[in-house]
């Protein structure tokens, strides 16, 4: 399937507690990173790869991240009269990036329900999950790949990135076996948050994945895992174990990649991206250098 007739689908329902009492009325996708909101990102990175229909999974309180893509004529009239192109340009690309759509996940009950949601939009053609937590950068593309071992294998597909064995309690792990390509390996195992000592490796999954469309029939009847939700990681150690429906590889992202959803690493995003643009890391890295040298 080409990515052009591929759709994409962003869940964005969290409450976003960990960064509270600045989501208590604005979502965590809509978080500043640079003078971008964290999901522009995603739908940019999206949009990259050739996929044009997106559908955003919200929950209540949710309506900033529709309006921000909708166009807003009363502001673009006004920069319009004022002359500032510069801006008025970066406007109008926020609401022409591609076709979105939203839809509401209800109760929450995890990341799985919330990919269940996107059903009857996505129908039975193979598609995109991103979460806006997970920025990666636009040098480093990642979906193109992915999609490639979709096309390639016909199998569901997820990213992977190796971390610090001590940090794999925070992702799901993959028990993996190597291919003929050293960039992607199958996946037979998954497991959600393991222990350390009971991890199947260190490759962690991340926030990008190509699925077949099979994970909604498995995602139907697939229980309550860790914390009570209905587990995607459940779904596709499920759909690992089933050659009938082409299995789950896993693409190793060696990349750029930013993790907005902690605090820390928000920070971190918002000064390396900063940093690397034109228009003010000439400015900030002496700032940076004289500040670092201070501590």
């Known amino acids: 399937m080409s990515s052009k007739r591929m759709k994409a689908v962003i869940p964005a329902a969290g409450l976003g507690t960990r960064f509270l009492p600045a989501t208590k009325a604005m979502p965590k996708e809509m978080l500043p990173v640079v003078d971008k909101p964290a999901i522009q990102y995603v739908v940019e990175e999206a949009a990259a790869a050739g996929i044009d229909d997106i559908l955003v999974i919200i929950g209540r309180n949710k309506n900033a991240i529709s309006n921000h893509f909708d166009a807003m004529p009363e ?5 319009k009269d004022k002359g500032d ?21 209800g109760e929450p009950k995890g990341l799985g329900h919330a990919v269940l949601r996107a059903r009857a939009h996505v129908g039975d053609s193979s598609f995109v999950v991103m979460l806006g937590d997970d920025l990666i950068d636009e040098r480093d593309p990642l979906l193109p790949k992915m999609i490639e071992e979709h096309e390639r294998r016909g199998a ?7 971390v610090d064995p001590a940090m794999i309690h925070m992702y799901g792990a993959a028990a993996v076996e190597p291919t003929d390509d050293p960039d992607v390996v199958r996946v037979t195992g998954l497991v959600e948050k393991p222990k350390t000592e009971e991890a199947p490796s260190n490759l962690a999954i991340i926030g990008r994945y190509v699925l077949t469309p099979h994970v909604f029939d498995v995602l139907e009847h697939t229980a309550p895992g860790k914390g009570g939700e209905i587990q995607l990681t459940d779904a596709l150690q499920e759909l690992a174990a089933d050659t009938e429906t082409g299995g789950v590889y896993g693409v190793v992202f060696r990349g750029r990649r930013y993790d907005t959803g902690d605090r820390v690493d928000y920070i971190k995003a918002i000064v390396q991206l900063a940093m690397d643009r034109e228009d003010l890391g000439l400015e900030l890295r002496p700032w940076f250098k004289e500040f670092a040298a201070g501590l």
């Open 75 to 79: 502001l673009e009239e006004k920069l």
């Open 156 to 162: 569901s597909i997820v990213a992977l990135m190796e």
């Open 85 to 105: 192109d510069a801006r008025l340009q970066r406007v109008i690309e926020s609401s022409d990036l591609a076709d979105i759509h939203f839809v509401r996940q």
